[in-house]
């Protein structure tokens, strides 16, 4: 049997990720967030690794150009971060 999680979008995850998420929930690997420190941001950051298996093509596509957006980093290196670590 495996268990699902979801993480529910805070108000600052509605206002990034509310397009790809209208109902404000998202897949998780696990149900507790981690602290990362993510390229050009200050201090750790808390993350949730996002089950990339259960997201839809459009979710996936839609994430990487926000991420990409967001870091100033190439599509293709946004894709293989994510393949690897799929976080949010």
Known sequence: MKWHHWAYLNDEGKNLY?????????????????GAT??????????????????TEDQKTSIVKLLS???G?????????????SFL
């Open 18 to 34: 509310g397009e790809i998420f209208p109902d404000g929930i998202v897949p998780v690997k696990v149900m507790f967030s981690q």
């Open 69 to 71: 957006l967001k870091f």
């Open 38 to 55: 993510l390229e050009n941001q200050k201090g750790i950051n808390q993350v949730y690794k996002v089950d990339w298996e259960q997201l």
């Open 73 to 85: 980093a190439d599509q293709e290196l946004i894709i293989s971060l994510n393949l690897m670590v």
